[in-house]
């Protein structure tokens, strides 16, 4: 099965250190987008690229997060000095167009102590 | 008010019953909309998707959109124990690319 792959699957870290999160979406879509999902709440849009431009930032996005798709292939969302509100599942999917439907990967879940 | 609302539940029904989930929504920009299943600690995994009002049939599921009323539904025939899950209903316009989600309804099918 060539899905949506997100890694890892979980990562639990103390407050205020950096972490890291991977996406390699489905082989030949050529849209990337990140969700957050909190429990017992919907996925919300954080952002989303088309190839290795990013195109569309939610409010959500503080500064402290940053996240780059450097070859249009796989995509890494970075948060900077973590807080306990960013506990959450984050979630990478990808599309093959615009207005396409969307194919999630199972997510990373963050837990910070 | 969200964007889009979904009763949360939870929803318990007798295997082989049909099951009815429904979401409403309030931004009229919405032109398609998608319904999802998510599995405990699983990411959602699609279902159905719908780029306009009436109804779209694929196996044992039919999607629903009455755009006039803005309501849409998610039918289940036949349900099975392996249906128990979250279902999230999203909408989203021609004009951006995000999907806006409800909060999700959490389906019990009973054997």
């Known amino acids: 099965d060539t899905g949506v792959s997100q890694n890892p699957r979980h990562k639990i870290t103390k407050r205020g250190q950096n972490v890291t999160f991977r996406c390699d979406p489905i082989?030949?879509?050529?849209?990337l987008y990140w969700y957050r999902q909190t429990l017992g709440q919907g996925p919300e849009f954080l952002t989303y690229?088309?190839?290795?431009?990013?195109?569309?930032k939610s409010r959500l996005l503080s500064d402290r997060f940053s996240a780059e798709r450097p070859k249009g292939s796989f995509s890494t969302l970075e948060i900077q000095r973590t807080e306990q509100g960013d506990s959450a599942m984050y979630l990478c999917?990808?599309?093959?167009?615009?207005?396409?439907?969307?194919?999630f990967g199972d997510g990373t879940r963050l837990s910070i102590l | 008010q969200k964007e889009v609302e979904q009763d949360p539940g939870p929803l318990s029904v007798p295997e082989g019953a049909i099951v009815s989930l429904n979401c409403t929504y309030s931004?009229?920009?919405?032109?398609?909309f998608m319904w999802y299943r998510q599995y405990s600690r699983k990411g959602p995994e699609l279902l159905m998707y719908?780029?306009?009002?009436g109804n779209k049939e694929d196996g044992r599921f039919t999607a629903q959109v009455d755009k006039s009323s803005k309501y849409i539904s998610l039918f289940i025939r036949d349900s099975q124990p392996s249906d128990s899950a979250t279902y999230l209903c999203?909408?989203?316009?021609?004009?951006?690319?995000?999907?806006?989600f409800g909060t999700g309804t959490r389906l019990t099918i009973i054997p």
């Open positions: 082989s030949e879509h050529n849209r």
């Open positions: 931004n009229s920009a919405f032109q398609y």
């Open positions: 999917a990808s599309s093959l167009g615009r207005n396409q439907p969307q194919h």
């Open positions: 719908t780029y306009s009002s």
């Open positions: 690229f088309q190839n290795e431009a990013q195109l569309e």
């Open positions: 999203a909408g989203g316009d021609f004009g951006n690319e995000k999907l806006t």
